[in-house]
């Protein structure tokens, strides 16, 4: 749990900021659910805090980026 929530953190803060996206903070939830290794189903609710100066076209992009991170990490 706490090792995909920290890559999920690390590999969106660096995609953001590789397309110059300022995140002012980044907050993540996970839960897993499934009762056997089988059945593990972890899911991950992203909050990124934006500053206000952000375009609605970065806004876009940090939304298609949490997607992206999530794949990434799972």
């Given at each position: ?47 990124v ?26």
């Amino acid at each position: 749990k706490a090792s995909a929530a920290s890559c999920l953190v690390m590999t969106l803060a660096i995609m953001l900021e590789s397309r110059g996206i300022k995140a002012e903070d980044i907050k993540v939830t996970t839960e897993i659910t499934g009762d056997k290794p089988q059945n593990i189903h972890i899911s991950h609710a992203v909050i990124v805090s934006l500053p206000a100066e952000t375009t609605p076209e970065q806004e876009d992009k940090a939304r298609h980026l949490i997607s992206a991170a999530d794949m990434a990490c799972t």
